[in-house]
């Protein structure tokens, strides 16, 4: 936790680094920060387009560095994860810098990356956001209880079926389905459904959808 004024408390968000992600980024430490400057337009470019359209500027950033495009890649994929993940939290310009201790970057290098993510933070929200999926959206369920009390085989036989009628909202257009079920299996729904709407009042669920 961090002291904030005399009596504030409030909890330290920050990006959560892998080995590999510090192994992947050490390299970066002995290069100038203008170098550096560069790095951030790829890994912003890299967040843009992808891995398939940045394979040139990797091979051509490894000539300059007399390294392999892997290096180079594995590098800009550490940084993609350092941006994406600070603006999914929103971090403010501190919470950044004590992400960024962890890894032993030089005060200039620290600097460049705060730059970076402070002026680019809402467009990588915006493409992330872009890249969500977009699910349908729930509007209203009908349901109809049959019940069969006989057959021509079989007589004094009682077998409830439900009917529900469905309707979501997707790409704004309204959608109907038709479902058909035995008790056992509504039942079973049910429990899942509450179960899962029990998950998201949990703290961890609500945290969660803060940073999305």
Sequence with gaps: RRVRGSS??????????????KDDLAFLKDVDPKIL?????????????????????????????????????????ALCYLFTEASKLSLSELDFLDSLIVLNFSEGHNTVLKKAYLENKDKVRAILSDLSFDLPHYVNLDWRLDVKLASRSMYDQVLPTFILKLETLEDSESKVEYLQTDYTNLKYLHEQLSGALNEIKTTYARRARRNI
């Design 8 to 21: 504030t408390w409030s909890k330290i968000m920050i990006v959560v680094f892998t080995q590999k992600h």
């Design 37 to 77: 400057i560069e790095f951030c337009k790829m890994t912003l470019e890299f967040i843009r387009k992808g891995a398939a359209s940045s394979r040139k500027m990797f091979i051509a950033a490894a000539k300059k560095l007399n390294t392999t495009p892997e290096a180079i890649e594995f590098g800009i994929q």
